[in-house]
């Protein structure tokens, strides 16, 4: 995508007449990792595409998704606060993102845009790459944002037993109970010491935000015969998982869930398949580079 289509969509960090074949809206979108993780797969695949970030304002997803259309792109990958946008902009939707009503992936077929989901495929696939069997599990999700939701129906198609979710809001936990059929049912936080599965699909603990530092449970809840999984993957470490390494509970990170949904979305663009290792490895050098950047910089100041 070059300067030609709309002023938001100059990729960031590039010269403005760059063609690009793929890339990531979101406000903000600085922080991204999809722009890493991304290129480093059409790089290991052969392919000649570049990869951008786009800070596209809240109220223009639609603009953005008329320049992949104008400029016969590949697709776009969608972050906040355009998910829910962008799944009334496209042309169809596939059945996860008609079900959960948010696109994280668009793609072009022609001149129809098609929008997905792939939030959830991508945990569960995560975690599977991880060795953690998923089937006959008993799970709660802590959360029923836009994330949480996807998890809570992908975790019921992959046949565990119970999902509950934890949120403030009743109505909020009830309505993303549902998307998991007979298996969803709603529970209170102290309850979480139950299930053997303990998803945080809050932003609790995400760094450079209110929450940050924050744990969303009494870790003393925690027990080692939990498998804890995060979604957020900024920090690596988040309190919640430091708690977690202390306690000697098994866990996984958030980077795995970025690049299994990442690599559903090249899947769709492509057809072919990326290599997770590579874009593994890619995260977690950028992860780390950022931290001791951020490390540096604090120390000049002091």
């Not at 029923?144 to 939701?149: D, E, L, M, N, V």
């Not at 744990?215 to 690596?236: I, R």
Request: aromatic share 4%; net charge negative; glycine share 8%.
């Amino acid at each position: 995508m070059s300067s030609k289509g709309l002023r938001v969509l100059v990729p960031m960090g590039m010269a403005a007449d760059v063609e690009v074949a793929a890339g990531v809206i979101g406000f903000p979108i600085a922080h991204s990792l999809s722009p890493v993780i991304c290129q480093v797969a059409f790089d290991e695949m052969g392919l000649d595409y570049t990869y951008a970030a786009f800070e596209v304002p809240p109220g223009q997803a639609n603009q953005a998704l008329g320049e992949v259309r104008r400029q016969n792109m590949l697709g776009l990958s969608v972050t906040m606060p355009h998910k829910a946008d962008a799944a009334m902009a496209v042309d169809e939707l596939s059945p996860a993102a008609q079900m959960l009503g948010v696109v994280n992936c668009v793609s072009r077929q022609g001149t129809c845009l098609l929008g997905h989901n792939t939030d959830g495929a991508g945990f569960c696939d995560a975690l599977e790459a991880e060795g953690v069997e998923l089937a006959g599990r008993r799970c709660a999700v802590l959360g029923a944002g836009g994330a949480g939701r996807a998890v809570v129906a992908e975790l019921a198609r992959r046949q565990v037993v119970e999902v509950a979710v934890i949120a403030r809001r009743a109505a909020s936990a009830k309505s993303a109970a549902e998307l998991a059929g007979a298996v969803g049912t709603t529970a209170d936080l102290t309850a979480v010491g139950q299930y053997d599965l303990l998803v945080n699909a809050t932003p609790v603990g995400m760094a450079e935000t209110p929450d940050a530092g924050r744990l969303p449970l009494d870790p003393d809840l925690l027990h080692s015969a939990q498998h804890v999984a995060e979604l957020v993957y900024n920090p690596l470490q988040t309190p919640l998982l430091a708690e977690c390494a202390y306690r000697e509970v098994p866990f996984s990170t958030g980077v795995g869930m970025l690049v299994h949904q990442a690599a559903h979305a090249l899947r769709i663009w492509t057809g072919s398949e990326p290599n997770l290792v590579v874009m593994l490895t890619a995260a977690h050098a950028e992860l780390a580079r950022r931290h001791n950047d951020q490390a540096s910089l604090r120390s000049a100041k002091s």
